[in-house]
């Protein structure tokens, strides 16, 4: 391939190279591509016949070869979009999936006050608590991590997204709110078995393990967050975590047995169980 290759043949090469070592080798190539020429998807198939400039193709030639190796396209080309906002990433924290949309959906759809206060505990990139943001804009959001990095990547996307007034902080766990009450906290903490032999496998490779992986078989961190959300709980709050496939029936009898009502499980676009939330 040359640096005159237009899109349908770059698109085409891409495609060709990553088939081996990529699932979605046709939308890796495509994203890419969008990125380099900074462009929608749309363009791509108006102008199949426009040539790439030098820059362009080794650019995309690069992006191409990092995917090669199994890097994760948001990392390649540093966004993922999540509730249809873009969101920076980096290899500090995990990417936003669609599955977790379903708690943001889940969170929007409860009865709450107009004025409710929230609490995003480990919010990452911030996608959730500025998700929640952009649909209610008078929700009180407060959004924690553990990790200084994160923080400051969430902090960065809250600017980018103008939603200045979800409060982003630095905590472990609840302990820079110690005496703060909520009327819902959601939280996406690690719930993966630390022995699983997914980890080795796909993009997971490329993030952190400490926003992957719990103890006691991935319910460590799920079950923390259940006894102490409870201090932190208005009357009639809720507490909505997102959790692994397996997981539920065993933290759905955690919440019931800690005192939450209500307590039930919304499952993901693939029909696993994915989310359990309970309310006080």
Same mark, same amino acid.
């Given at each position: ?56 193709? %080794? *650019? #995309?030639? @690069?992006?191409? $070869? ?8 948001? &990392?390649?080309? /540093? +966004? ?99 005496? %703060? *009450? #909520?009327? @819902?906290?959601? $939280? ?8 699983? &032999?997914?980890? /080795? +496998? ?79």
């Amino acid at each position: 391939m040359s640096s005159q290759s237009t899109i349908s043949a770059s698109i085409q090469w891409a495609y060709q190279e990553l088939m081996k070592t990529s699932d979605s080798a046709q939308l890796d190539a495509e994203v890419c591509l969008q990125h380099c020429l900074n462009k929608n998807r749309t363009y791509l198939y108006t102008w199949p016949d426009k040539a790439l400039n030098q820059e362009q193709w %080794q *650019q #995309f030639s @690069l992006m191409i $070869s990092k995917r090669k190796t199994g890097m994760p396209v948001a &990392h390649i080309i /540093g +966004e993922r979009e999540f509730w249809s906002l873009p969101f920076l990433v980096n290899d500090t924290t995990l990417i936003p999936r669609p599955d977790t949309e379903i708690l943001v959906e889940t969170a929007l759809n409860l009865t709450l006050p107009e004025e409710a206060r929230v609490l995003d505990l480990g919010t990452g990139t911030g996608a959730i608590a500025l998700a929640l943001a952009s649909e209610r804009p008078k929700w009180q959001i407060t959004a924690i991590d553990k990790i200084e990095d994160a923080v400051k990547l969430a902090q960065l996307n809250r600017q980018n997204l103008s939603l200045p007034h979800v409060e982003i902080l630095q905590s472990d766990w609840f302990s820079a709110v110690a005496e %703060q *009450q #909520f009327d @819902l906290i959601v $939280s996406n903490p690690p719930y993966i078995d630390e022995d699983d &032999h997914h980890l /080795g +496998e796909g993009d997971v490779r490329f993030e952190p393990q400490s926003a992957l992986t719990a103890a006691e078989h991935g319910f460590a961190d799920l079950y923390f967050i259940a006894e102490h959300a409870k201090n932190h709980l208005n009357s009639n709050g809720y507490l909505l975590m997102e959790h692994g496939y397996q997981q539920g029936i065993e933290l759905r009898e955690k919440l019931e047995e800690l005192g939450y009502n209500n307590v039930g499980t919304v499952r993901d676009f693939g029909s696993n169980e994915r989310c359990t939330l309970g309310k006080i």
